[in-house]
């Protein structure tokens, strides 16, 4: 836990992103608008050209959304936003939150890459290492994103709780 000034507002931010969803999100945009277009306009067969179009858009939207995470704590909580637009985003206030601490965690023990919900509770995975953890208070679920400075993010959070409390 940090010691934090009286009185002054202190904020933590630090993003990460997955290069290879990226690249497959880059990747499977064009073939997808090519399929749809050319389903469209009868250029394809309607038994899979659909098809085809549906499985790529689909692809490239759910690696585009889990290809990169911002995480903010402040004052006000905790924000987590997904993909290079910050949507989806998760918040939670510092009150619903229960603790904070940092885990190691791999891509093998959640499940892959991405947005995965296990028996870790849910866990935002976008490279191997240091991972923010937080508990939410009403639900009793861990919630992990594998962030950069995860330690001094979980640090602030804890802090921040305390100062709320007293």
Do not use: K
Not at 96 to 118: I, K, T
């Amino acid at each position: 836990m940090l010691d934090l000034p009286e009185g002054e507002r202190l904020a933590w931010f630090s993003r990460a992103a997955n290069p290879a969803l990226r690249v497959l999100a880059a990747v499977s945009g064009p073939p997808a608008a090519v399929a749809l277009l050319g389903s469209a306009t009868g250029l394809f067969g309607a038994e899979w050209g659909w098809p085809l179009a549906a499985v790529l858009a689909v692809l490239c939207l759910a690696s585009a959304s889990c290809c990169s995470v911002r995480v903010r704590v402040s004052d006000t909580g905790l924000e987590v936003a997904l993909g290079p637009l910050g949507l989806p985003t998760r918040r939670w206030a510092l009150a619903e939150l229960e603790s904070a601490r940092v885990e190691r965690r791999l891509p093998s023990q959640v499940g892959g890459w991405g947005y995965r919900l296990n028996g870790l509770g849910t866990t935002v995975m976008l490279r191997a290492g240091e991972c923010l953890v937080v508990r939410i208070r009403a639900t009793g679920h861990d919630f992990a994103v594998s962030v950069d400075d995860a330690e001094r993010g979980a640090a602030l959070l804890n802090a921040l709780r305390a100062r709320q409390s007293a």
